[in-house]
Nanobody, 124 residues
């Protein structure tokens, strides 16, 4: 198993940036694809993007393209989600998740392990 802990969320003004970290412990982090999801108030959880374990290939939801950047450092057992030009609609709880599946899944069911999430709040 792998345990995931997100950090780095907080309050930021519109137009600002936030970087979240997802630190893993347990089994080899480098064997897992990592996905990022978010859940805004009153809405269902949605896929933001994912990064593969091997080559660092990334895939983003259309809504995230151009504003989100996902990366990872396998030596540090950490994945990152950088979000720029934040807007109030970006307020949500953000989760990282891990899977050993070969492809980069966009659905939550594709992921086996989840962090508890961290809150990003964007003020106008």
């Amino acid at each position: 198993q792998v345990q995931l802990v997100e950090s780095g969320g907080g309050l930021v003004q519109a137009g600002g940036s936030l970087r979240l970290s997802c630190v893993a412990s347990g089994r080899a982090f480098s064997s897992y694809n990592i996905g990022w999801f978010r859940q805004a108030p009153g809405k269902e959880r949605e896929f933001v993007g994912a990064i593969s374990w091997s080559e660092g290939t990334t895939y983003y939801a259309d809504s995230a393209k151009g504003r989100f950047a996902i990366s990872r450092d396998n030596d540090k057992n950490t994945a990152y989600r950088q979000m720029n030009t934040l807007q109030p609609e970006g307020t949500a709880v953000y989760y990282c998740a891990a899977t050993m599946a070969e492809c980069l899944g966009t659905g939550g069911v594709a992921y086996d392990y989840w962090g508890r999430g961290t809150q990003d709040t964007v003020s106008s």
